[in-house]
């Protein structure tokens, strides 16, 4: 338990600089940026986010069989060749797709770039459990989009669009490099195993499924937004979504080493202490520092954002309750994905992405930035009063597998 709580504490530290880190990132962007131009920006990353998804089920798949058996180097190479193999597989179609749909396939191209390989990496260290590389890939990751950002701007004044999008998406790649020459662990076979493939690629389409509903949830309130408005309302809804991501910074640290500890965890039974206080130590945080945030939110917006975000104002409640919901059902999505049975989360968070897209369509059309992030707040809140009741519902069940 104390090991538990050390080292939740290095990751709820780590992810509290990186998210700083990257908010520096938006707000310099933001400010630097028409509001319309910053809004396109945050558009483009989520559609390579809906793109990703095909992908994405991979680097779950092998974090869950790593940490079944870390010591194993031989299995660990092979899982790490295998999803390779399927990620680089399914990212090339992706491409493909990409290019012959969208007006904008350079820009998507490079920034699916980047999200296979952060995800991929990510994947992998989450199951050796390094917490070194976990607490500092994505930190890392975040200082160089940073200084590069601010060196640009320093030295030539102002930000390309181009050249923002270029430099964001090869940071994951830059980060993995400097950790990897610090300290190799990415290990691979030379050859393909179809027995291997077929196990993770059954367990990845579970998961895929369930990150299709995810991209869903999340990102259909900016696709209504700019298709019933325009990129200054995504502008505005983006900030607020940046200002709420502070509700993230422990329960992120909590579901990052949940899977693999579940995933390797052979008594079961010793499971729902751990995952009881977790889950409410969390929500005890996330509601302190919603009533600081809601006492502070224009000063912030003002300072952090500028004036001309102000109404963000309207939307910071909606979104950071939001916020709080999706992120204790993460907590609970990555115990079942431990436990071998990601069906359950990927149906749980289709339903209510489902619910979300019938929602958030009558209310962003009707009142904009404010009902999206409505929809988006009732609906992630039926995605963790659905989840804790069926787990808790089969808690006896589990403890006994």
Same mark, same amino acid.
């Given at each position: ?10 990751? +709820? ?68 060749? =295998? ?26 191209? /490079? ?16 199951? /050796? ?12 990751? =975040? ?5 590069? /950002? ?9 930000? =390309? ?46 998961? +895929? ?15 209504? /937004? ?49 995952? +009881? ?10 509601i302190l520092g919603l009533i600081f945030l809601l006492m502070l939110m ?13 109404? &963000? ?32 989360? &990927? ?16 209310? &962003? ?10 929809? =988006? ?19 006896? &069940?589990?403890?006994?597998?």
């Open positions: 338990m104390k090991h538990l709580i050390k080292t939740t504490a290095l990751l +709820t530290g780590s992810n509290v600089v990186a998210r700083f880190t990257v908010m520096c990132f938006y707000v310099i962007l933001a400010r630097a940026m028409l509001v319309s131009d910053y809004g396109l920006f945050r558009y483009l990353i989520t559609l390579s986010v809906v793109f990703s998804v095909a992908f994405t089920g991979f680097p779950i798949a092998l974090t869950k069989f790593i940490g079944e058996d870390k010591s194993n180097k031989k299995n660990i190479a092979e899982y790490l060749t =295998n999803s390779s193999i399927m990620m680089l597989i399914v990212f090339s179609v992706m491409i493909i797709i990409t290019i012959s749909s969208q007006a904008s396939k350079l820009y998507l191209g /490079l920034l699916l770039f980047g999200l296979l390989v952060e995800n991929f990496y990510l994947g992998f260290i989450r199951g /050796l459990l390094n917490y070194v590389k976990l607490a500092g890939f994505q930190l890392v990751e =975040n200082l160089i989009q940073l200084v590069i /950002l601010v060196v640009s701007f320093i030295l030539l004044k102002q930000i =390309n669009f181009s050249y923002a999008v270029i430099f964001f998406s090869i940071s994951p790649f830059l980060s993995l490099i400097i950790f990897e020459i610090m300290k190799p662990e990415l290990k691979f076979c030379f050859y393909a195993s179809e027995e291997k493939i077929k196990k993770i690629t059954k367990y990845a389409i579970l998961v +895929t499924l369930g990150s299709v509903g995810w991209t869903i949830m999340f990102s259909i309130n900016t696709i209504f /937004l700019k298709y019933f408005y325009n990129t200054e309302q995504v502008g505005y809804y983006s900030v607020g979504v940046t200002i709420a991501q502070v509700f993230t910074f422990l329960p992120m640290a909590i579901y990052t080493i949940m899977l693999p500890k579940v995933a390797g965890l052979k008594d079961k039974s010793q499971l729902q202490k751990p995952l +009881t206080l977790a889950v409410l130590g969390s929500l005890f945080i996330s224009k000063p912030i917006i003002m300072i952090i954002f500028g004036e001309r975000y102000i109404p &963000t104002l309207a939307v910071i409640l909606p979104l950071s309750l939001g916020q709080i919901s999706i992120s204790l059902h993460q907590i609970y999505s990555s115990v079942w994905q431990g436990l071998g049975k990601p069906i359950i989360p &990927t149906i749980n968070i289709s339903v209510a992405a489902i619910l979300n897209v019938i929602l958030s369509y009558f209310l &962003t059309r009707s009142y904009g930035i404010l009902g999206a992030s409505i929809s =988006n707040a009732i609906t992630s809140f039926i995605a963790l009063i659905s989840t804790v009741i069926i787990f808790y519902s089969k808690w006896k &069940t589990l403890s006994k597998d």
